[in-house]
């Protein structure tokens, strides 16, 4: 018995050496690889695996952004850095190829960052390639610039004002909304209230600018028809050139009206005119996108609902300038 339990110490010490021994030597050949290896190459190495992690990251959980316009003021400034949650509504399995599902959906009032449906793509190389230099810098580089050498605009930042099932209508740059089985039109702004949220929704139009913007719209359909314009049309068409930031839908309403008038066998005119008045509905699986600056945005009123697939995230926090750091609501 002893015998046998002598035996079993010895193997198991024998065994035990011969692991340690091989450890040690694993251990002091990658010390001597190291010493070996160029510091060029081991800076490389480094870098590479850094890259690899920053890009893992904003892929799938979260992306830097930078805001390039007004049109979020005053929820967002321009130059604002922020982070984006893109693991919250399901990321993409690569730049720009399919869409990890996700139990969550855009909800109204988010700030949302989606593909902007009017960008012109260069092609699924360069735009994996932008995507990856943006990722790599947080933001700072972006190769994807105009003939003026500004960014063009892949990607978009507004607020996920309209849900499906929704209607909207807008009148001298209020927005009223019809919501899916209502059968009453509520003002935007006292439905933001009775909700309690902060966020200020900002115009740039006077109230007492809409007379000239509308007579400004007529005087543009008389030089459609090839017509004289009347001074007094003119007055007011100097008025409008003069407003920064014009209501553009007050004004080709004024214009499609008198054109349609002016022609009613004309059915472009009359479907066009309709478009506006009627407003805008979200069917089902989209969301309808507006910037809280509402007389300096490009968004859902000029490119429909944006479908909840090309939702790549959620505006979370905001980490530069040092003075805006904090959350986004």
Partial sequence: MARTQQDFFDRLQSVTEAYLT?????????KEKQKAKHPVRDWIEAFIWAAGMVLLANQYFVQAYVIPSGSMIHTLLVGDRLFVNKLVYGPELLPGVGKMPSIFKPARNDIIIFENPS???????????????????????????DEH??????????????????????ENGEMKIRFAGDDQWTDERVYAAQRGWTHTISRLMEEDHYPALVMAGKAAAWQDMGLFVPEYLQEANLQAGAMRYPDFLAHEKARLETLRGAMPHNRRYATRLARISLGWYVPDGRIFPLGDNRDNSRDGRHFGPVRLSKVLGKGKFIFWPMQRIGSIR
Avoid at 126 to 143: E, G, K, P, W
């Fill in 22 to 30: 091989r450890r040690n030597r694993i251990k002091r050949i990658k």
């Fill in 119 to 145: 960008y012109i793509s260069r092609g699924p190389v360069f735009d994996i390639a932008q995507r990856v230099i943006f990722m790599l810098t947080i933001s700072l580089v972006d190769i994807d610039r």
């Fill in 149 to 170: 050498g500004q960014p063009r605009a892949h990607f978009l930042i507004k607020r996920g004002v309209g849900m499906s099932g929704d209607r909207f209508t807008m």
